[in-house]
């Protein structure tokens, strides 16, 4: 198994191998729950360039906002 980062193309292609789909080490649960919801409205062109983002990212609409969040919250002020 490697751990350096790969396409979209490149997951598919690995887990296209039935080889490749055994479950690997001990199971894993989150380490923390999410909280509360929160509603944030969006013009459509930002939040077609926010879907567009994390579709090329293959992630979901919120984990790469919160992802974005945290990338702000960690730069320095």
Same mark, same amino acid.
């Given at each position: 198994?490697?751990?350096?980062p790969?396409?979209?193309? *490149?997951? /598919?292609?690995? /887990? #296209?191998?039935?080889?490749n *789909?055994?479950? *690997?080490?001990?199971?894993?649960?989150?380490?923390?729950?999410?909280?509360?919801? =929160? %509603?944030?409205?969006?013009?459509?062109?930002?939040? #077609?360039e926010?879907k567009r983002? #994390?579709d #090329?990212?293959?992630?979901?609409?919120? %984990?790469? =906002?919160?992802?974005?969040?945290?990338h702000?919250?960690?730069?320095p %002020?």
């Open positions: 198994m490697t751990t350096e790969r396409t979209p193309d *490149q997951e /598919y292609d690995f /887990y #296209a191998q039935p080889t *789909q055994e479950p *690997q080490g001990p199971p894993r649960r989150r380490s923390k729950r999410l909280t509360t919801p =929160i %509603a944030v409205r969006f013009p459509p062109e930002l939040l #077609a926010v983002r #994390a #090329a990212d293959d992630r979901s609409v919120s %984990a790469w =906002i919160r992802r974005a969040v945290e702000e919250l960690n730069r %002020a």
